[in-house]
């Protein structure tokens, strides 16, 4: 068939948001790379104007949220992490625990944004690599992070998960803050727990934060019960979903330190910003432990 006279001798226009082919394998080469080396600590950061205040002392507060890739209540907006943002502002929060972090590839990071309009330290470490960018969990503290490392959960084929801990050192001694999203399956999330409460650099104070998917009693929040929180009935506030809150999947667990107060932030930008609320509570940190710890005991 003979060509028309109107695309003789013409290219045909690319796909206006098409990407060449050299451009396509080179994100995939990309994603592959960083996909083997999961998990692994993506970014680790000061602000650009630290926050001036309080050393770390005995009264703590922190916080955990799912921030469901900055994608609001039902996941099928444009990621805008201004509504988490704003979010994240209201709670005050010495050190927050962030879940479903996304770090876009092509476009300006998120995280650091958010970080650096608040005055936070930070630290991100990668979960799962896919087409859009690096997912994760995050740490935001208020006070500069003096170690940082990761812990691999993939304990199933079908999950990846892992977890950032954070070490602070304040004038009593070190706090160790570990940010985690456990695993759906019940076995899986135990082995996940045991593997994060025998790592041997978690054995002074610590603080776990995180998206427990905890719905029901199992061995796991058993485990986590037993050894973090002890005799104390703590009555775990319910998080999910953010419209109507039904399960208390976000938890605040710890050693070392005694819960003084806890509660969902229900305010009317937390309904609408993630399909979690956020978490909030405020510590103790005890001296018994911190001296222990700043010792060597």
Not at 66 to 89: E, K, M, T
Not at 173 to 198: F, P, Y
Request: proline share 7%; glycine share 6%.
């Amino acid at each position: 068939m003979p060509s028309s006279p109107t695309t003789e001798g013409r290219k045909a226009p690319r796909r206006r948001g098409r990407r060449a082919k050299p451009e396509r394998e080179r994100d995939l080469a990309r994603r592959e790379a960083l996909a083997a080396a999961i998990p692994y600590l993506s970014s680790v950061r000061a602000p650009s104007m630290p926050r001036l205040g309080e050393p770390l002392g005995s009264q703590v507060t922190v916080a955990t949220y799912n921030v469901h890739r900055w994608a609001g209540l039902n996941g099928a907006s444009a990621p805008d992490a201004a509504r988490a943002g704003f979010v994240i502002s209201e709670l005050e929060a010495d050190v927050i625990a962030l879940q479903e972090v996304l770090r876009p590839f092509d476009e300006e990071d998120p995280l650091t944004r958010l970080a650096d309009a608040l005055h936070y330290h930070s630290a991100f470490v990668v979960t799962r690599v896919h087409r859009r960018g690096e997912l994760g969990n995050a740490i935001l503290s208020r006070w500069p992070i003096t170690s940082i490392f990761s812990l691999d959960l993939s304990f199933s084929r079908v999950e990846r998960r892992s977890a950032v801990a954070a070490q602070f050192t304040g004038e009593r001694g070190k706090l160790a803050v570990v940010a985690t999203h456990l695993a759906l399956v019940d076995r899986t999330r135990h082995r996940q727990v045991r593997s994060i409460l025998e790592h041997p650099q978690l054995q002074g104070p610590v603080v776990l934060l995180g998206d427990m998917n905890a719905w029901r009693r199992c061995k796991a929040t058993r485990a986590l019960e037993r050894e973090l929180v002890g005799d104390t009935d703590i009555p775990w506030p319910r998080t999910f979903p953010a419209t109507r809150p039904m399960l208390a999947l976000d938890r605040v667990y710890a050693r070392g330190a005694r819960i003084l107060s806890i509660e969902a932030h229900q305010s009317p930008a937390a309904r609408r910003a993630s399909d979690h609320l956020p978490v909030i509570a405020r510590m103790e940190i005890t001296g018994d432990a911190l001296a222990a710890e700043s010792s060597g005991g």
